[in-house]
């Protein structure tokens, strides 16, 4: 499994767009990236997940260059409710049956 | 939209006792998974199970901890003789897996937070 480096933590104001950027040099050809979401004492919970390009939906944006060394996700105009910690993961068919590997995340706090 | 369900959502119990945390998946998933948290670190893997028999354990899966599907609808994990640092939470997850697995999302439950004293 490629390895992920994202940051520690993150502030943002409600109502501004925020975007996590996760490295991962060595991701392999076959390898997927999926961003999950966690609230305090809460199972992770699926948000978006990309191979290349761009990928929006209801929630977030994930753009991935060409190189996929590298993904951002992109939350527009978050609320306080967006307060989480955001893990990006990057292997083979990680939201399949396959076990997914969680690093420490990015913490996000957003304030008033 | 349908979800993982899990109980108790706490249990506290003393060192050496047995305890089973129960999590009822998504209906028609095929693949079900157990996860634990212990408090401030990361979501770690135990164990996956497909088809009635465990696909994948991780190190922390020992002989102290058991999966079992006893009917249509429940996943058990068992911790038989619990130790301090068993204390987590413990998150139960399931896939459809009916296209394989690619691109399928894992389903997380609420989690039971395990207390060990």
């Known amino acids: 499994l490629a390895k992920t480096t994202q940051p520690i933590s993150m502030d943002s104001y409600e109502g501004q767009e925020v975007n996590i950027t996760c490295s991962h040099n060595n991701i392999a050809t076959n390898d997927y990236i999926t961003w999950y979401q966690q609230f305090p004492s809460q199972g992770p919970r699926f948000i978006i997940q990309?191979?290349?390009t761009k990928v929006t939906n209801e929630v977030a944006s994930l753009f991935i260059p060409a190189d996929r060394k590298s993904s951002t996700l992109s939350l527009p105009r978050v609320s306080l409710s967006d307060t989480a910690v955001y893990y990006c993961l990057v292997g083979d068919q990680p939201s399949g049956n396959t076990p997914l590997v969680f690093g420490k995340g990015t913490r996000l706090s957003v304030i008033a | 939209e349908p979800e993982v369900t899990q109980t108790p959502s706490h249990q506290v119990t003393q060192m050496g006792q047995e305890v089973i945390l129960r999590c009822v998946p998504i209906?028609?998933?095929?693949?079900f998974y157990w996860y634990r948290q212990i408090l401030g670190q990361k979501v770690e893997f135990l164990v996956s199970f497909y088809n009635n028999e465990i696909s994948e354990k991780s190190e922390i899966f020992d002989d102290q901890f058991s999966v079992e599907r006893p009917d249509g609808s429940n996943f058990t994990l068992k911790i038989r003789s619990t130790k301090l640092e068993d204390s987590a939470m413990y998150f139960c997850a399931s896939t459809p897996g009916t296209s394989g697995g690619e691109g399928e999302t894992q389903y997380f439950g609420p989690g039971t937070r395990l207390l060990v004293l």
């Open positions: 209906s028609n998933h095929l693949y």
């Open positions: 990309g191979y290349k």
